[in-house]
C-alpha cells in the first residue's frame, strides 16, 4: 500500500492544508476544491488506498472517521441543519486520491451541491 499519496504529505506536513482536527488516528482538512460551503475530508492515518483493500480488522478505521464527522459537525453548529458524507471508491466512482476518505458536506440543502471527488 501506498503512503506517498497527497493525503499523506498532508499528515506529515510536506504540503500545507487547512487542518480542523487531528488526533492519533485521523487528520481533517478542507479540500481545496470545495463542493458545498463547508467541504471537510476525514482521512485516517493508516494507509488503506480504497475501500476495498480494507479488512474486518480495520472496520474502527471507518467508524473514528464517522464519529469525527459527526462531532465536526456538531462543534462547527450545522448537525440539526444536516450535512452529508460522502465516500468514493475507485475511478468510476469518481475517487482521484488513493487513500480512503470521508467528505462531509453542509451548508446548503441536498442538491445544491456536487458530488464530492
Avoid at 450535512?83 to 488513493?98: E, L, P
Amino acid at each position: 500500500m501506498s503512503d506517498d499519496t497527497i493525503f499523506h504529505k498532508i499528515i506529515r506536513r510536506e504540503i500545507p492544508a487547512t487542518i480542523v482536527y487531528e488526533d492519533e488516528y485521523l487528520i481533517a482538512f478542507r479540500d481545496i476544491a470545495p463542493q458545498a460551503p463547508v467541504h471537510v475530508l476525514f482521512v485516517p492515518k493508516v494507509a488503506v488506498p480504497t475501500l476495498n483493500d480494507l479488512q474486518p480488522s480495520q472496520a474502527e478505521v471507518l467508524g473514528r472517521l464517522a464519529i469525527a464527522a459527526a462531532d465536526y459537525a456538531k462543534r462547527e453548529g450545522f448537525a440539526e441543519d444536516g450535512y452529508r458524507i460522502v465516500m468514493n471508491c475507485n475511478g468510476d466512482a469518481g475517487q482521484t486520491v488513493f487513500q480512503i476518505h470521508l467528505h462531509l458536506l453542509a451548508g446548503a440543502p441536498l442538491g445544491r451541491f456536487g458530488t464530492p471527488h
